[in-house]
């Protein structure tokens, strides 16, 4: 399975893809990394592994439709399959969305539907659950729709928000569960046993 990578960061999930690769764990490949900023560490990752590249601003197009449109043209060149959203902080083209359908995944620092949304990313959902007063936090991957956050949930794993974490403790605690799940639903996806019907996702 052919995978375009977006991030915005660091890419540490992105590394944890290539790690799964590399050890054989997930039937798959990168042919691409995307980018909004660019100077993420994502980029030198990518570099370091060969991975072919591409920066896209919105301030580089007149309109978020030319945006997609480079954006697709991209993915084609790479035989892009499936995509992964991994830290990327902005939201998807619809007509890209569109165009993969049930083929783009997002990892979310949080149990979906709790803490999702416009403006929940990175520290601002661990600073919320600890506000909260919440028990329980984790991640979810979900597919992609053309709502922040909205599309159908695919795998979650929860952990216990302990009485003295801090939101930056807490965040690293989430981001070793998002270093485990992201490459098991990948796994599940590019060995053909997850199953969409509607709003319903299973894996088999």
């Given at each position: ?100 359908r049930n083929r783009i995944i997002n990892i979310h620092p949080a149990l979906l539907p709790s803490f ?16 909260s007063g919440e028990k329980v936090s984790g991640a979810t991957i979900h597919l992609v729709d053309e ?10 794993k929860s952990l216990r928000v302990a009485p003295d974490d801090t939101p930056d403790s807490l965040a ?33």
């Amino acid at each position: 399975m052919n995978i375009a990578v977006f991030a915005s960061g660091r890419g540490s999930n992105f590394q944890a893809i290539l790690d799964a690769i590399n050890a054989g764990f997930l039937p798959a490949r990168i042919t691409v990394l995307i980018s909004n900023n660019s100077d993420a560490g994502a980029f030198k990752i990518a570099h370091k592994y060969n991975i072919p590249t591409q920066h896209f601003s919105q301030k580089m197009f007149f309109s978020e439709e030319t945006l997609a449109d480079a954006m697709l043209e991209v993915l084609e060149k790479y035989h892009t399959e499936f995509i992964v959203l991994a830290g990327y902080l902005k939201k998807i083209p619809v007509q890209v969305i569109r165009q993969y359908r049930n083929r783009i995944i997002n990892i979310h620092p949080a149990l979906l539907p709790s803490f999702g949304g416009l403006g929940m990313y990175g520290h601002y959902v661990h600073e919320a659950v600890i506000a909260s007063g919440e028990k329980v936090s984790g991640a979810t991957i979900h597919l992609v729709d053309e709502e922040y956050d909205r599309g159908p949930i695919v795998l979650q794993k929860s952990l216990r928000v302990a009485p003295d974490d801090t939101p930056d403790s807490l965040a690293a605690k989430v981001l070793k569960i998002e270093h485990e799940i992201l490459p098991l639903a990948l796994k599940a996806f590019a060995e053909g046993r997850v199953k969409i019907e509607g709003r319903k996702v299973w894996i088999m």
